[in-house]
């Protein structure tokens, strides 16, 4: 059922199937050592509409899904490492577009955005113990609903922890907010702290949690194909006008931007931005402080055209040693960086019978043996057996 | 070019749009407003504004406006008096009034003709009342009582002569037949909230209401109506449209707040079809232009009146992210991917299309081969395994470990005091080879020699200083030095009589390379290699041999030589370092000892080194970092000990590296590493890490004020000792207090742990204490 392709600079790429009946093992040939490489498991998690985001939480125990159903789900993971939804709620009137965890210290706290123009904080609470024996009802109450914004808002994100509680949203009329508890045993309380208007909408948001030279950094990607200037914006609190500014736009970037990630801190002298567009770009930056004293950003942008098709998430692991990206064509790439500090695509995850896919045209020489190797496999995919909702 | 918007007036906002017949006139109303425009293919004319002069009253503010079904010069406005008039625009003057029916009490609401009987009309109000009037008559013909507060909209059905529809305020939808005014047909609540629209579809016999809880309801007619969809819309619905020739469209406008035109497919009720979002003001009135489904006409209290066109509408489930995926602690991946479903036809067609662009794919999607209402997600979780994680291993390793493996184990396993920093490098070096972070081993190693057997004496104030005292240090390393070499030396030469051919071969190899300088690149290539992998795919290097290696290189090397040799190499330049290594090789290759291939210059020690390694350290770690493995940089630094302040590395950066591994190892959940490396911390930011929230304030259990401090459970505002009684058994509690933060109760931990076994709230209060 499902494929796999591994690229390396030495090994061919090779793939068997071997089916099961609910789970299937792929494997993959390095040489002579033949090694499972991963386990693909479908999860039933029956919203009734578009997933839009998926999210664990800071210790990655937890995971919140949204949906254009407009419910929210809670997953926690049982002992066996199977997931399954213990809280699920009706969240807004309109398509919830993204979740985004707070830090845990702040209490298991999440933030939603929809399609309705509001954006929600949610904080579970403990119930009563209905028998001694059974752990208590867990049920996740509104604390708060953001009403600033006059259109939908497209993405929500809580600060990284050394801010303190706060949160930031990006509307589709381009406009950042970033809201404060001032009072984190208070989830009612969210004064806007800053409010910064673009001209382009703004599609996603991501907040630097690395603290190298440059603080409270703050990035954002407009989804905008109208104009062919630079797509991806870069805000940072300003000491000199108190208030957040624009600092920077990555003028590299000019195609419609659908997410964008800072990548966790992992003591890199230099800031990571990973981009979803039509490629995947990986944005450098760095904090240069020059002769004046003020820090200013280095940027330098680096571009991957052998994506093959348009790129709809991007999102790093915990050590921030790993990207992942999501394309069009339903497959999951994973990256990973060299010792020459170059990302490379390390394998291709695809789960069959996800729609017609792209067919990958070859970008690179390099590549062009493997792209064709895969186009073909590509075609095998079927579209049937699907069951239609309604 | 685009259609031009017509601003209606500047005085009064349009409340309600009305089409003629022939699609050709529009008739806006409003307050103080009604006016008829002609629509062409130009735009749109005014013809006729029937707001005669200055005699303003309010049967000119109308709530709804309704084109005669055959005259299309007739047309029927409903005023917040609560007067239904009705208007022919051709005559002049005040005559355009013919009729004025002044029977309703309360605000008239809507108005509308007959579809088959051209002079009857029927309008409802707030007085709970629907009249049916004859305009050969000035009087109205029937009341029909739907007893309820408010009559908001009444629509004739299409389908049956006679029948219309009427839905109120709170919350029901009645059936009338025209000819019996006594009872209603069918009565059934349809909404929460008072219902403010409703209209027929016109091929089904679906009705479709529109309400203040914010949902467009569709009712199958026949029989007893049934629910057949729920729309949720984002605000109070005020209009609904059918989208003619689109059997599952529909067309609606809010009351309040949403000033957009969303267009549905009710088969996918959470995310409109398409939007229209030009009105800068909440929209009053819809209207498709005749049968054309491409073609919408509103207005909107921005006082403008507007056609859009279809293609030009924006389509929100196409801008919105299809795929959520993020990845876990275990570096396992949840993903969700949007299915998308392609009508049988076209599909076919658009399997065909090969490497077409972002963008003709979104057009074919608007072509519509995608079944917009089958749009749906489904979700996998990979997971990813073994040697997966980019450090392969060792052919004899069988326990291939994934990334978080590595870094919870080294986490807990590395350790950064209480030995002699050469065994401490010895046992993390071996720590890092058993989960394969052979860059790690060999900078641990490399530590080792350099810096294991030196006691460095704290303190080095400056940099500066430390120059001076540069040719002690080397002295003393130099005498050290050999009294540990026996020793090495002897494992090395155990492991050379396995390696040596091996080492020999990789030193041909190294010199087969076209070297431009026609290098003899002896024990370099390997080093290079090991830190330079791309994919660190070899695994083949033995490590002693490589350190063996270094030892001879150490030993040998002149300051500047090694120096060039070191950081190129860090840079992945292999070709650059080669050079440089030739020149330092040819100079001192004077006496390899005999068992021991050109790579053993040990014997040959006496030049004194006076390379310094630490800039080189420096650098490894901060690659070490660029490539995202803080957990090694940062022990490194800590077991160092005093001899990191001979780094040059800036105080911010080794701040940077503390929080950020700090954070790492919370993120797994290891506290207590977690908390020994803040211990070892020498910076004062990172220290106070473990000093914060350490104090906890207790509160009296009466009062719930503070208790200060001075006296144990003293209560000052109360003078009493209360508190610190148990409060189960009741007596002054001596030894363990267990205490509930959000009550301020508590008392001896064996009585509440069997209290509250059995029992959940606390005993004095009833709250909820929940004790872990």
Known sequence: MFTVQWESRSVTVVRAKESGESKTTTYWKNKSHEKKMFDVEPIIADHKDVIHDVVFDYYGRRMATCSSDQTVKIWDEDAQGKWSVTSSWKAHSGSIWRVSWAHPEFGQVVATCSFDRTASVWEEVIGEKVSTTNTPTRRWVRRTTLVDSRTSVTDVEFAPKYLGLLLATASADGIIRIYEAPDIMNLSQWPVQHEIANKLPLSCLSWNTSTYMVTQLLAAGSDDSATPTGKVFLFAYSDNARKCVKIDTVNDITDPVTDVAFAPNAGRTFHMLAVASKDLYIVNLRGVTDSTGTTKLDIQTVKFSDHNCPVWRVCWNMLATMLISTGDDGCVRLWRMNYNKQWRCAAVLKAEGSGPTYEPAPPTPTLAATASATAKFYKKGTIGNQVPWH | ???????????????????????????????????????????????????????????????????????????????TNGVVSVWDHSKCGRQKQLLVYNEHERTAHTVTFHSSEPNILISGSQDGTIKCFDIRSDKSVNTYFSNSESVRDVKFSPHAQNIFSAVSENGTVQLWDMRKWDKCMVQFTAHYGPVYTCDWHPTRNWLATGSRDKQIKVWDMDGRPGLEYTIHTIAVVGRVKWRPERTYHIASCALVVDYSIHVWDIRRPYIPFASF????????????????????????????????????????????????????????????????????????????????????????????????????????????????????????????????????????????????????????????????????????????????????????????????????????????????????????????????????????????????????????????????????????????????????????????????????????????????????????????????????????????????????????????????????????????????????????????????????????????????????????????????????????????????????????????????????????????????????????????????????????????????
Request: hydrophobic content about 35%; glycine content about 6%.
């Open chain 2, 1 to 79: 070019m685009r259609f031009p918007d017509a601003r209606i007036c500047m005085e009064g906002h349009a409340n309600a749009l009305a089409l003629s017949k022939d699609n050709t006139l529009i008739a806006v109303a409003g307050r103080s407003l009604l006016k008829v425009y002609s629509i062409d293919d130009y735009g749109f004319r005014e013809v006729c504004n029937m707001r005669g002069g200055k005699n303003q009253n309010l049967s000119y503010s109308s709530n709804d406006v309704a084109w005669s079904t055959m005259d299309c010069n007739l047309l029927a406005t409903a005023a």
């Open chain 2, 277 to 772: 979002n030009e009105h800068t003001n909440v929209t009053t009135g819809i209207a498709w232009l005749g049968n054309d489904s491409h073609c919408l006409l509103s207005t909107s209290k921005d006082s403008t009146l507007h056609k859009h066109a279809f293609e030009d509408a924006t389509r929100p489930a196409l801008k919105a992210n299809a795929q959520g995926a993020s990845l876990g602690r275990y570096g396992d991946i949840s993903f969700a991917n949007k299915i998308k479903e392609y009508a049988p036809k076209t599909s076919g067609a658009s399997n065909t299309k090969t490497s077409s662009s972002f963008i003709s794919r979104r057009k074919s999607i608007v072509a519509g081969s995608i079944q917009f209402h089958l749009d749906h997600s489904r979700m996998y979780k990979f997971m990813v395994k073994d040697a997966f994680s980019g450090f392969p291993l060792n052919e004899s390793d069988s326990k291939p470990r994934q990334e978080h493996e590595c870094f919870i184990g080294c986490a807990r396993e590395l350790i950064m005091s209480g030995k002699k920093l050469a065994e401490l490098c010895e046992h993390n070096s071996e720590v890092s080879k058993k989960y394969g972070r052979h860059n790690a081993t060999t900078l641990w190693n490399f530590l080792k020699l350099f810096y294991g057997s030196n006691h460095f004496e704290p303190p080095f104030e400056h940099r500066s200083s430390f120059s001076n005292q540069k040719n002690p240090i080397n002295q003393r390393r130099a005498t050290q030095v050999p009294s540990d070499w026996p020793q090495q030396r002897s494992d090395l030469s155990q492991d050379l009589n396995g390696n040596a051919q091996e080492a020999t071969h990789e030193i041909d190899a190294a010199n087969e390379d076209d070297d431009p300088l026609g290098g003899s690149g002896v024990e370099h290539p390997p080093t290079s290699s090991v830190i330079l992998s791309e994919t660190q795919i070899i695994s083949e290097i033995n490590f002693d041999n490589f350190e063996l290696l270094r030892n001879g290189f150490i030993y040998v090397g002149p300051t500047d030589a090694a120096k060039a040799l070191a950081f190129p190499a860090l840079h992945h330049d292999v070709q650059a370092a080669r050079p440089q290594l030739e020149i330092k090789a040819s100079d001192h290759e004077k006496s390899p000892p005999p068992h021991v291939p050109t790579v053993l210059k040990v014997s040959h020690v006496p030049p004194i080194p006076m390379w310094e390694p630490h800039k080189f350290v420096a650098d490894a770690l901060m690659l070490l970092n660029d490539v995202g493995d803080v957990q090694t940089a940062l022990t490194v630094i800590i077991s160092l000990g005093e001899a990191r302040k001979l780094l040059p590395l800036e105080d911010t950066l080794v701040e940077h590296w503390f929080h950020t591994y700090v954070d790492q190892l919370h993120r797994y959940e290891l506290w207590n590493e977690a908390c020994e490396v803040i211990n070892r911390s020498w910076l004062r930011s990172v220290q106070q890490l473990n000093q914060q929230s350490t104090a906890m304030h207790t509160n009296c259990g009466d009062c719930g004020r503070q208790l200060s401090n001075k006296v144990g459970w003293y209560c000052d505002k109360c003078k009493s000792m209360q508190s610190a009684k148990c409060c189960v058994c009741g007596l002054i509690v001596r030894g363990v207090y267990a205490w509930c933060q959000g009550c301020s109760h508590g008392g001896h931990i064996e009585h509440l742990q069997k209290y509250f076994a059995k029992h959940s709230k606390c005993p004095k209060c009833g709250h909820l204490c929940a004790y872990s």
